[in-house]
């Protein structure tokens, strides 16, 4: 920042040709950044250190938000903390019992199979993140989570919350990282039609209420109501997760493709807290391995490629490696369960949607 | 020109970036004036000397970390927005408050395309024509602002 004075003392005069030169001097330096940074990720370091260099700030925006919440729940009066107490003891009670009913199903699911044992469930570890920071325009959509690669955190791990799907972590800082929603226009996520095991693609469409799947013909099985799993394709995301109910199908007998909507079933608006997963190499419903899906985007220039793919195809062969050791110890150690602060239990009451339910059998694990 | 001066500068820079930055409702980050291009155009007309070029192309690159999806991408526009001011900051400065809020809409205008121009060619495409709006808003809360900025300031560089 020694730069700021160096006109002080100059005449004004000579400050013509002078601010010219530096304004060349400036842009080509900002190309040149560009361009590492989008064609060559040579800047992955430099990154890394300006993220860590913004955090501070980006807490200190988000203080007041914080601090409302903060406000907010040390004021709630003795009979509402006990309203909630005797209804997250419900919820667990009732979450326990499936997850009963659950290892037996495993059991039987695997026996079935002809399987010697049951499969374990496809999460390893997981850890509870605050939302540090939200864009919700229609451009991006991204958070910022409070944790990085101090907590083992790697770049395109799949971040979800207790009704479904949320995103991937694009950049990695060393206590945050940014997540990329499902929502963002630049995001796409391959799923699956639950009804009737129709694969697709369900790409961002820059609302967080929504989801688009452009890529479905017009006499496609599909039908409002429909639910949407991921498919565990692309290399990122496991298979058999929630990601979103169909809301509308619009068939025109002009067009060859069906419009079809989606609503995500996270509720990124309201969360405080996510999830970011680890899972389980080699399990057979873990992501698929990444080398097919990124040979062939590798190949080509990014920009060319369909747009909605191309975050992905990125983070794709980063995440591979990365996930290949069975059950890495974070450097952090972080306990695999959800802490049990007070956040977790007044903001994300746990539900029966199959991330909690997946969470309580692995208690039960010998 | 001094201390105090370039103090005042940075303070107001740190300020607008965190106006910038700060979570809104959707409906309110539309209509969203960029105070950071705000900011730093009043201290390129007003005090040229002071922060200069380099102030428009760190602010860019900060805002870049934020929220550019390319680094170096709001550090170009800024910087370009900042050196046509820089340059022509004798005419703006004696210009009335209702033309500078032109000049301004102009300068937004200029910087929004650069902006858009580079998202298409990193493969960002956003066409949607919400993002021209915090032009407008720029221009109508630039007398405002100028006299927020200026405030306190005793003399004019």
Same mark, same amino acid.
């Given at each position: 920042?020694?730069?700021?004075?160096?006109?002080?003392?100059?005449?004004?005069?000579?400050?013509?040709?002078?601010?010219?030169?530096?304004?060349?001097?400036?842009?080509?330096?900002?190309?040149?950044?560009?361009?590492?940074?989008?064609?060559?990720?040579?800047?992955?370091?430099?990154?890394?250190?300006?993220?860590?260099?913004?955090?501070?700030?980006?807490?200190?925006?988000?203080?007041?938000?914080?601090?409302?919440?903060?406000?907010?729940?040390?004021?709630?009066?003795?009979?509402?903390?006990?309203?909630?107490?005797?209804?997250?003891?419900?919820?667990?009670?009732?979450?326990?019992?499936?997850?009963?009913?659950?290892? !037996?199903?495993?059991?039987?699911?695997?026996?079935?199979?002809?399987?010697?044992?049951?499969?374990?469930?496809?999460?390893?570890?997981?850890?509870?993140?605050?939302?540090?920071?939200?864009?919700?325009?229609?451009?991006?959509?991204?958070?910022?989570?409070?944790?990085?690669?101090?907590?083992?955190?790697?770049?395109?791990?799949?971040?979800?919350?207790?009704?479904?799907?949320?995103?991937?972590?694009?950049?990695?800082?060393?206590?945050?990282?940014?997540?990329?929603?499902?929502?963002?226009?630049?995001?796409?996520?391959?799923?699956?039609?639950?009804?009737?095991?129709?694969?697709?693609?369900?790409?961002?469409?820059?609302?967080?209420?929504?989801?688009?799947?452009?890529?479905?013909?017009?006499?496609?099985?599909?039908?409002?109501?429909?639910?949407?799993?991921?498919?565990?394709?692309?290399?990122?995301?496991?298979?058999?997760?929630?990601?979103?109910?169909?809301?509308?199908?619009?068939?025109?007998?002009?067009?060859?493709?069906?419009?079809?909507?989606?609503?995500?079933?996270?509720?990124?608006?309201?969360?405080?807290?996510?999830?970011?997963?680890?899972?389980?190499?080699?399990?057979?419903?873990?992501?698929?391995?990444?080398?097919?899906?990124?040979?062939?985007?590798?190949?080509?220039?990014?920009?060319?490629?369909?747009?909605?793919?191309?975050?992905?195809?990125?983070? !794709?062969?980063?995440?591979?490696?990365?996930?290949?050791?069975?059950?890495?110890?974070?450097?952090?150690?972080?306990?695999?369960?959800?802490?049990?602060?007070?956040?977790?239990?007044?903001?994300?009451?746990?539900?029966?949607?199959?991330?909690?339910?997946?969470?309580?059998?692995?208690?039960?694990?010998? | 020109?001094?201390?105090?001066?370039?103090?005042?500068?940075?303070?107001?820079?740190?300020?607008?970036?965190?106006?910038?930055?700060?979570?809104?409702?959707?409906?309110?980050?539309?209509?969203?004036?960029?105070?950071?291009?705000?900011?730093?155009?009043?201290?390129?007309?007003?005090?040229?000397?002071?922060?200069?070029?380099?102030?428009?192309?760190?602010?860019?690159?900060?805002?870049?970390?934020?929220?550019?999806?390319?680094?170096?991408?709001?550090?170009?526009?800024?910087?370009?927005?900042?050196?046509?001011?820089?340059?022509?900051?004798?005419?703006?400065?004696?210009?009335?408050?209702?033309?500078?809020?032109?000049?301004?809409?102009?300068?937004?205008?200029?910087?929004?395309?650069?902006?858009?121009?580079?998202?298409?060619?990193?493969?960002?495409?956003?066409?949607?024509?919400?993002?021209?709006?915090?032009?407008?808003?720029?221009?109508?809360?630039?007398?405002?602002? !100028?006299?927020?900025?200026?405030?306190?300031?005793?003399?004019?560089?």
């Amino acid at each position: 920042m020694a730069a700021f004075g160096t006109g002080a003392g100059r005449p004004l005069g000579g400050r013509g040709g002078s601010a010219g030169f530096r304004f060349t001097l400036y842009a080509l330096l900002s190309v040149i950044v560009m361009y590492l940074d989008q064609r060559a990720h040579y800047l992955e370091r430099v990154r890394y250190v300006l993220q860590a260099a913004a955090y501070p700030l980006e807490l200190a925006v988000n203080s007041p938000p914080t601090a409302w919440r903060w406000l907010r729940e040390s004021m709630q009066t003795r009979e509402s903390l006990e309203a909630e107490n005797a209804r997250l003891r419900a919820n667990a009670r009732d979450l326990e019992l499936r997850a009963m009913r659950y290892d !037996a199903l495993a059991r039987e699911n695997g026996e079935l199979r002809g399987l010697r044992e049951a499969v374990p469930p496809v999460a390893d570890r997981w850890l509870p993140a605050e939302i540090v920071d939200i864009q919700l325009s229609s451009l991006r959509q991204r958070l910022l989570l409070n944790r990085g690669v101090a907590n083992g955190v790697f770049r395109g791990q799949a971040v979800l919350d207790d009704k479904g799907l949320i995103g991937q972590t694009t950049h990695v800082g060393p206590w945050s990282a940014e997540v990329i929603l499902i929502t963002d226009p630049e995001h796409a996520v391959p799923v699956r039609v639950e009804r009737t095991g129709l694969r697709t693609i369900a790409v961002g469409a820059g609302d967080t209420a929504s989801l688009a799947l452009p890529y479905l013909p017009g006499n496609a099985d599909i039908k409002s109501g429909d639910l949407l799993v991921s498919s565990g394709l692309g290399g990122v995301f496991p298979e058999g997760y929630p990601v979103a109910r169909v809301t509308e199908v619009h068939r025109d007998a002009v067009q060859p493709l069906a419009q079809v909507r989606a609503e995500p079933l996270a509720h990124v608006d309201t969360d405080s807290e996510v999830m970011l997963v680890w899972f389980r190499a080699g399990h057979p419903a873990a992501p698929a391995p990444a080398a097919g899906a990124s040979g062939e985007l590798k190949g080509g220039n990014p920009a060319m490629q369909p747009q909605a793919t191309a975050p992905k195809s990125r983070a !794709a062969p980063q995440a591979a490696p990365q996930a290949t050791p069975p059950a890495p110890p974070a450097p952090g150690g972080e306990p695999s369960r959800p802490l049990p602060t007070q956040a977790t239990a007044a903001s994300a009451p746990p539900t029966d949607s199959p991330p909690a339910a997946a969470a309580v059998p692995e208690q039960g694990q010998p | 020109m001094n201390v105090d001066s370039r103090g005042r500068l940075i303070l107001s820079v740190l300020v607008a970036l965190i106006l910038t930055v700060l979570p809104l409702p959707p409906w309110l980050d539309v209509v969203r004036p960029a105070f950071l291009v705000l900011t730093v155009l009043y201290w390129s007309v007003n005090a040229p000397r002071a922060g200069g070029l380099a102030i428009g192309f760190f602010a860019g690159l900060l805002l870049d970390v934020f929220q550019g999806p390319v680094l170096g991408e709001h550090a170009l526009a800024l910087s370009l927005v900042t050196y046509i001011a820089v340059r022509e900051h004798q005419r703006i400065r004696s210009k009335p408050a209702i033309q500078q809020a032109l000049i301004v809409f102009a300068a937004l205008i200029l910087y929004e395309v650069v902006l858009f121009m580079i998202d298409g060619w990193t493969g960002h495409p956003v066409t949607s024509p919400l993002r021209w709006v915090h032009t407008v808003t720029g221009a109508l809360i630039w007398p405002p602002a !100028a006299a927020i900025l200026s405030y306190g300031a005793g003399h004019r560089v």
